[in-house]
């Protein structure tokens, strides 16, 4: 074995290791975010602030993470200088972890909304459609996590798909809300902060979608061309609480 040989192989040893890492750490911050929503979902039917302050401050923990993989992710691009596939999966990792965090911070939102309504009393019923969007949301990050993980194209592409069905759901809950406030003023209040839930709820399928191209860029070696498919974005209350 040559001297050279012997370069490229240490080479290609400390760049399998440096990846194993970043891959260990977008998977302890994609399990974080997972149990965040979760919780965020949980203390909003279960009307539990303190709950919902744990999910608060779940967020510094998730926002160092995405540091660290960055910084190590820009390490490992100068000095181990990856091309095509290789360097696909560094970029791509620092996407994912991106994402990852713009979830995490929308879960905080709802976080801080059920501090903020603590002590008001609401009907059960108004809080269904928010629980249901939740869980279809939840569903689709778990998928495309996974399919990050064990490169599976179809799996993404499945929830890349699946956008449209999250507009719809909160197209519809807009209108379900909209209709108990004009029904009752008492539930304005209420039902103001389950629209902005709902619509970070929503900004959540849109960070699962992006992670989903993510792994088809990271396949493929390209971007999917396609448009996205998306909802109906023109009702009163996607208009109302567009960010």
């Not at 400390?14 to 970043?22: M, N, R, S």
């Not at 993989?69 to 990856?82: D, F, M, S, V, Y």
């Not at 569903?139 to 499945?158: F, M, N």
Request: glycine content about 6%; hydrophobic content about 40%; some cysteine.
């Amino acid at each position: 074995m040559t001297e050279y040989t012997t370069r490229i192989d240490h080479t290609a040893k400390a760049f399998d290791t440096d990846l194993q890492e970043i891959m260990r750490k977008v998977a302890e911050m994609g399990g974080l975010v997972e149990r965040q929503i979760g919780d965020a979902i949980t203390a909003l039917v279960e009307r539990d602030t303190e709950l919902a302050e744990r999910v608060i401050a779940t967020d510094p923990t998730i926002d160092s993470l995405q540091h660290e993989i960055e910084e190590k992710t820009i390490l490992t691009i100068a000095r181990r200088q990856p091309m095509a596939v290789d360097l696909r999966e560094i970029v791509g990792a620092m996407r994912v972890c991106n994402d990852l965090e713009r979830i995490g911070d929308h879960a905080k939102h709802i976080g801080k909304r059920i501090v903020a309504l603590d002590g008001d009393f609401y009907p059960q019923k108004l809080i269904r459609g928010v629980e249901h969007m939740a869980t279809l949301v939840s569903a689709q990050i778990k998928q495309v996590l996974d399919s990050y993980a064990s490169r599976d194209l179809a799996a993404a592409l499945a929830v890349w798909k699946g956008d449209e069905e999250v507009d719809a759901l909160c197209t519809s809950l807009f209108r379900e809300l909209l209709t108990y406030m004009m029904e009752d003023p008492r539930n304005i209040t209420f039902c103001m902060n389950l629209m902005f839930s709902a619509k970070d709820i929503e900004r959540m399928g849109d960070h699962s979608t992006n992670i989903a191209e993510t792994v088809y860029y990271m396949i493929e070696g390209r971007p999917i061309t396609d448009q996205r498919p998306k909802g109906d974005t023109t009702s009163f209350g996607a208009t109302l609480l567009q960010k």
